[in-house]
T-cell receptor, first 114, second 113 residues
Framework: AQTVTQSQPEMSVQEAETVTLSCTYD???????LFWYKQPPSRQMILVIR??????QNATENRFSVNFQKAAKSFSLKISDSQLGDTAMYFC???????????FGQGTRLTINP | KAGVTQTPRYLIKTRGQQVTLSCSPI?????VSWYQQTPGQGLQFLFE???????NKGNFPGRFSGRQFSNSRSEMNVSTLELGDSALYLC????????????FGQGTRLTVV
């Protein structure tokens, strides 16, 4: 079975600061994808960034980047120059190759303060 | 391109009743997945349909069922509702290729009283 763990239930930072959200996962499979999703109060889940497990290079999307440590099964999200609009629940998720079934962590509630 | 549309957005039902939720995927997407989100259990996978066939199923009782139509629209049904079924039900659609990104709808908030 696959599991995803987010150890930080809540985080709060000031606008323009950098924040890192932690995620660890467990799977015996070698081929999988990892995602960070954002869920603002509107409830819509929005994909922030994805990482293919076979890629060693860490994914980057504008202010968002990940630190993917495959051996340690760690997948953290770094948000640089945080903005008020980044306030949301953030979910780490695992997708096994060939199975359209996401396994989510419990989420981290991130608040960006002005 | 229209996003994933879920209807209704809000629903209040009484224990013992049944409910049907609808999900219209992004045009061209053939895979539709359903998730239940609760404060206690978080996000849990219910099932996934592809080309009208259930491909994956989560660990939920048989009261939870679904189907997919030829136009890829999907419905989810919950029979004999229990208070614990109160949740946000999210639908996600994905493209035809494997391991493609899932796009989520805004969800249906179901309250069972």
């Amino acid at each position: 079975a696959q599991t995803v763990t987010q150890s930080q239930p809540e985080m709060s930072v000031q606008e323009a600061e950098t924040v890192t959200l932690s995620c660890t996962y467990d799977t015996s499979e070698n081929n999988y994808y990892l995602f960070w999703y954002k869920q603002p109060p509107s409830r819509q889940m929005i994909l922030v960034i994805r990482q293919e497990a076979y890629k060693q290079q860490n994914a980057t999307e504008n202010r968002f980047s990940v630190n993917f440590q495959k051996a340690a099964k760690s997948f953290s999200l770094k948000i640089s120059d945080s903005q008020l609009g980044d306030t949301a629940m953030y979910f780490c998720a695992l997708l096994l190759w060939g199975a359209q079934k996401l396994v989510f962590g419990q989420g981290t509630r991130l608040t960006i303060n002005p | 391109k229209a996003g994933v549309t879920q209807t209704p957005r809000y629903l209040i039902k009484t224990r013992g009743q049944q409910v049907t939720l609808s999900c219209s995927p992004i045009s061209g997407h053939r895979s539709v997945s359903w998730y239940q989100q609760t404060p206690g259990q978080g996000l849990q996978f219910l099932f996934e349909y592809f080309s009208e066939t259930q491909r994956n199923k989560g660990n939920f009782p048989g009261r939870f069922s679904g189907r997919q139509f030829s136009n890829s629209r999907s419905e989810m049904n919950v029979s004999t509702l229990e208070l614990g079924d109160s949740a946000l039900y999210l639908c996600a659609s994905s493209g035809a290729g494997q391991n493609t990104e899932a796009f989520f709808g805004q969800g249906t908030r179901l309250t069972v009283v």
